[in-house]
């Protein structure tokens, strides 16, 4: 596509509308720019004494320049960024429909026709993803959005890396999605993001992540590394049997994503107006 100029952009150039959440390193903001075309977008800001001491300038770094050349219509867009003396300003793509999670949470969990779509749709951003050597590692309902029209995006790029990677990750936020290779800290590559899909599916359906256990997080690290695996009656032979194919401790043995999107149980509920 023909390399558009990036242009300075400044905090005056926007109008600012209602926060739309609070993250760990920032606010995120509904904005309008001042001129014409008016463009509304997401703006998160993250303080830069908060990045130095957390050690992630790197991390953002990494994703700034990974997402601003990933075009794929469930992943959000990143547009540009900018900083003043204190903050790093992240332009994003508004998802007019929020954060994901908090309709996981409102609904306990989702039906397996909108579990299925989801999947469906991940899987062919994870395939747009690898294909051009991202691995994104943080999969989970945290931080997936939802556009205007219900469909998935994928945020939030702050672990995502070149594959293959093996870099020691201080470990913060939830153990759940990890696979076995990162838990025991070995080599990892994009078979990671195999491994958190099928966490994903699980919990979209039951409504906890397979390996959880919030008594102990040493507990959630042996169930992962044992793949200690059980499902609830309440869940269909078809998904079982994509999940138990996801959830594999050996990465070579994952469902390869171009059989997910074959899988019975995507195919099944695929909206037939595509
Ligand atoms: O989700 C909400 O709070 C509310 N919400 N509602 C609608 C909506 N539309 C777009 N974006 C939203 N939120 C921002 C999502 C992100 C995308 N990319 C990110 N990147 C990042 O945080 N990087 C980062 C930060 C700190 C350290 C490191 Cl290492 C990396 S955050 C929206």
Known sequence: SRKCPTREWHLSDFDMGRPLGKGKFGRVYMVRTKSAPKYILALKTLYKSEIVQSKVEKQIRREIEIQQNLRHPNVLRLYGYFHDSKRIFLMLEFAGKGELYKQLSKHGCFSEKRSS???DQMADALM????????????????????????????DFG????APG??????????????????EGREHN????YW?????TYEFLIGNPPFEDRSSVNNTYRRIAKVDLKFPPTISVEVKDLISKLLQYDPGRRLALSAVLHHPWIVKYRSKIS
């Open 128 to 155: 747009y993803l690898h294909g051009k050597h991202v691995i994104h590692r943080d999969i989970k309902p945290e931080n997936l959005l939802l556009g205007i029209n219900g469909e998935l995006k994928i945020g």
């Open 117 to 119: 779509r989801y999947i």
């Open 166 to 183: 093996n870099r020691r990750m201080t470990l913060c936020g939830t153990l759940d999605y990890l696979p076995p290779e990162m838990v």
């Open 159 to 162: 672990w995502s890396v070149h």
């Open 190 to 193: 994009e078979k990671v993001d």
């Open 196 to 200: 958190a899909l099928g966490v994903l």
